[in-house]
């Protein structure tokens, strides 16, 4: 029976317990299975190759997806490394150019020593790729929005290309998780999440996922998941199938809280420029609306004055936490700049915007008052 996202989220393979009834799956820490006779086992052998609390994880993820395999990983990184790993010596990538900073790091610090190269595109115009295949262009590696600046690509545009040149597409679709954008179903090839966000989305499980379609790119994925290890354990995949089941209400909230705090900053007398896709203001405010059925918790905003000023306002907030990462039921707030992008070279901050006074907030689910009444008040002490 076909089932909506909510209900898919909560029931997708939880199959109560066989032999005690248990509506959660148990948590499964053994590492090995017991085998009845030399090789014939239950379906689980060592935990790194398998593990139910994993599969478990994996299936729920997948179907909310819409794919039809879940690889998870010890990390949104791990997972990059390990669809990196599952191409030849000699592949060449096409990412576009604010990508996430650790993805950055691995493709040009790591990826290449395996002589794997990677191009770094502007795709605003998603004719712009063009140029830039080559005969070896494996792989499109797409965020949508990217970060912190929030610019939103055309997912089946840049599909459609890649797939005319025999590239596959990835899509970290982390900022939005599977209930604002469904990239499979835009032509993406594989979609991958830092579940240490949103899927989890209480800010204690660091963990990553792959989901596809594609039997092929399975296989070889599924080879890697196993031959680096770079597995999550027993106990995170419970806690983030655990997260998942509130996914929708979670999201539903973030993006409400989101626009309406995105509305109160655009009105602040302090702040000169707000970036949120849900505001008409956007410059990609249509593709957004087309492309997703939500426009998620992220906000980034511009200040007047200075650092100095961007400092005052941090040490003012009393309900929004200053801090890294993004995506938990808990407001935080960061300053791009310094924090998360301080390792881009400052010429590539300015092509990409990530001015000193660029305040990036993940939006929890708090109150939305509370919330707009503890920036009002950061911002009127700090001029
Ligand atoms: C955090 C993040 C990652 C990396 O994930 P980890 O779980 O921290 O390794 C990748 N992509 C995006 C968009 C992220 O926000």
């Not at 600046?149 to 040149?165: E, V």
């Not at 009444?373 to 001029?383: F, R």
């Amino acid at each position: 029976m076909s089932a909506g996202f909510g209900t898919r989220a909560i029931h997708s393979a939880q199959r109560p317990d066989p032999t005690t009834g248990a509506v959660i799956p148990a948590l499964s820490l053994s590492t090995t299975y017991k085998q009845s006779a030399a090789g014939v086992h239950t379906g689980f052998e060592y935990s790194r190759s398998g593990n139910p609390n994993r599969n478990n994880f994996e299936e729920a993820i997948a179907d909310l997806e819409g794919g039809k395999y879940g690889l998870a990983f010890a990390s949104g990184s791990a997972t990059t490394a390990s669809i990196v790993n599952a191409l030849q010596q000699g592949a060449h990538i096409i990412s576009v150019n604010d990508v996430y900073g650790g993805t950055y790091r691995y493709f040009t610090k790591v990826a290449v020593h395996g002589g794997i190269d990677t191009t770094f595109v502007n795709l605003d115009d998603p004719a712009n790729i063009e140029s830039y295949f080559k005969p070896n262009t494996k792989l499109v590696w797409l965020e949508t929005p990217t970060n912190p600046t929030l610019r939103i690509i055309d997912i089946q545009a840049i599909a459609d290309r890649a797939h005319a040149h025999g590239a596959l597409l990835v899509v970290d679709n982390t900022f939005m998780s599977p209930y604002f954008q469904k990239p499979l179903s835009l032509g993406a090839d594989i979609v991958i999440h830092s579940v240490t966000k949103y899927i989890n989305g209480h800010s204690d499980v660091v963990m990553g996922v792959a989901v596809t379609s594609n039997e092929e790119f399975y296989q070889k994925l599924a080879f890697m998941q196993n031959s680096l290890g770079a597995v999550p354990s027993a106990f995170d995949c419970f806690l983030a199938r655990r997260g998942l089941m509130t996914l929708e209400i979670r999201m539903q909230r973030h993006a409400e809280n989101a626009q309406a705090v995105a509305e109160y900053l655009e009105t602040s007398q302090y702040v000169d420029e707000v970036i949120y896709p849900g505001l008409a203001s956007h410059p990609n405010h249509e593709l957004a609306k087309r492309q997703q059925t939500g426009f998620g918790g992220m906000i980034s905003f511009r200040v007047k004055g200075t650092l100095d000023n961007v400092n005052k306002i941090l040490s003012n907030l009393e309900h929004i936490t200053l801090a890294e990462s993004l995506g938990g039921v808990e407001s935080l707030v960061e300053v791009p700049a310094i924090m998360t992008h301080g390792a881009v070279s400052p010429e590539d901050r300015a092509i990409l915007g990530i001015t000193d006074t660029l305040i990036r907030v993940s939006i929890g689910i708090e109150n939305k008052e509370d919330l707009i009444a503890d920036l009002k008040q950061a911002l009127e002490k700090a001029y």
